[in-house]
């Protein structure tokens, strides 16, 4: 390889080592869009949804989303999204890890993004859609996927104030959306870094050096 290409591929390389990582989303739960609105379940007081989902350890989860239509309710009309633990069916107060209120504008994928929890542990996690005391929806309306996704239909759980906490009985799938942030390119190690920076200086030497041309 002569010097000039050596020098080319000097300069990649402390280019690469200094450039920022991009960071890049995945889903780790995909139900698909809903394609029909015949007989939608319905987010209220009484009602709520929530679907199950597997994390490893260091994930974060930076966005829930389900896929709502307007039902008894109008734009502006507010609900809640939570993540909860894993003792969601089994515990009548379960593990809340993060809660926040979301606003319905148009039918389409609404929720919460912005989020920043990351798992401790791996295991199953659950994400949650309410009315609560400060929510004013009174019937946003939850039509189910036809096709497409990855989740299927026993991954998801219907709950009513009245029972006491969340049951799988009368379980209905519905549109949801979890997004995790995919881990930071590892950057190059500094040996690399002193490596590129070393070929340059080298170069620069061997110009000044080289004989004039008369």
Partial sequence: MN??????LAAA?????????????????????PTSSSMPMLLDGNDYYAAEFNLTAGQTVTNIQAYVEAGL?????TFTVALYGSDLLTNRAPTQLVSGQ?????DGWTGLSGLSFTATTTGTYWAAFEVGSNDSAIGLALPSPTSGGTAPALDFAYSSTG??????????????????????????????????SGMLGFGALVRRRRPAIV
């Fill in 3 to 8: 010097m000039n290409k050596s020098l080319m």
């Fill in 13 to 33: 390389v402390v280019a690469a080592s200094a450039a920022p990582g991009i960071a890049s989303a995945s889903l780790v739960l995909d139900t698909g869009t």
């Fill in 73 to 77: 309710d109008q734009p502006g009309d």
């Fill in 163 to 196: 029972s006491g906490g969340y049951s799988d009985q009368s379980a209905m799938p519905f549109g949801v959306q979890v997004t995790v942030a995919d881990a930071a390119p590892v950057p190059l190690p500094p040996a690399v870094w002193l490596f590129g």
């Fill in 102 to 106: 979301a606003t319905y504008q148009q």
